[in-house]
């Protein structure tokens, strides 16, 4: 709940406000008891900055986030393993469900309209899925190539061209040196296929076709601590079917397999990667 409400201000807390939220992340029992002076002083800033952070993620003050701490803290179950065995399958399940109402036909217009294919991921797990889709898409002939890193990306959205299509994957939507060029991308006409854990954030807003994950998040361990456990199989499950789906599309418009132009390098690469 808590938790949430600040993924999706995330683009708007200011580092004091990350310092802030990360202290009552991590102590977030003892947060509960305490005076708004005693947290500012835990976090070395003033009575203000604390409620403007409250203010940000959308509580009317101090009171309420005690509140949402103490509620969560009723709400969240004891550890049991064989419950949170069924709720994640059950959340797979779910996810599964609503991919295959899903029309994945614009997606794969775009993927068999692009000369070039360009994947990146925020973080090592988000990347470790771009990588999956590489793998999948290589074995029918179709290249992605996969930047590592906030500089080669820097660089690459420089040298973009018509024909160019990015698949994108990030947790929150919301990492600051990609939001920064988004704009860019968009005004030189690239279009961009997001995979995001939460529907509202500056990447989907700027992507032409986004794919929303409701990542499965559990308190999960047997030592109950608050931090949150959570599962990204899901991300895999989307690249999969993505690729399935592509197939498919295929198979349908008889398209045919290894349309793409595969260059030695990307601009600032010292070879496919």
């Not at 002076?37 to 003050?61: P, W, Y």
């Not at 109402?101 to 470790?128: M, Y």
């Not at 197939?247 to 390098?265: N, T």
């Amino acid at each position: 709940m808590l938790d949430e409400m600040v993924y999706k201000k995330s683009a708007q807390l200011s580092e004091t406000d990350q310092i802030i939220w990360k202290y009552i992340f991590l102590h977030k029992k003892e947060v509960a008891n305490m005076t708004i002076q005693e947290l500012a002083n835990a976090c070395h800033v003033s009575r203000t900055t604390v409620m403007r952070f409250t203010q940000k993620i959308t509580l009317d003050g101090f009171s309420e986030l005690k509140a949402l701490l103490r509620l969560e803290e009723k709400q969240r179950p004891s550890f049991d393993g064989a419950d949170v065995m069924n709720r994640i399958s059950q959340q797979y399940q779910s996810v599964i469900n609503d991919l295959q109402k899903r029309d994945f036909e614009p997606i794969c217009r775009l993927i068999s309209a692009s000369s070039r294919i360009i994947g990146f991921g925020t973080g090592v797990i988000q990347n470790n899925v771009i990588r999956e889709l590489k793998r999948l898409f290589i074995g029918s002939g179709e290249f992605i190539y996969t930047l590592d890193g906030k500089a080669e990306f820097e660089y690459l959205v420089h040298n973009l061209k018509q024909g160019d299509l990015m698949f994108i994957v990030s947790l929150s939507g919301e990492t600051s040196y990609v939001a920064e060029h988004l704009e860019e991308i968009k005004m030189r006409d690239i279009p961009i296929i997001s995979i995001t854990q939460f529907e509202d954030n500056t990447l989907a807003r700027y992507s032409t076709e986004n794919i929303f994950i409701a990542a499965p998040h559990y308190h999960a361990y047997a030592n109950k601590k608050d931090y949150p456990y959570v599962s990204m199989t899901v991300f895999y499950t989307v690249a999969e079917i993505i690729f399935l789906q592509y197939q498919l599309y295929k198979d349908k418009h008889g398209a045919e397999p290894g349309g793409k132009e595969m260059p030695s390098r990307l601009p600032g690469q010292d070879g496919p990667g």
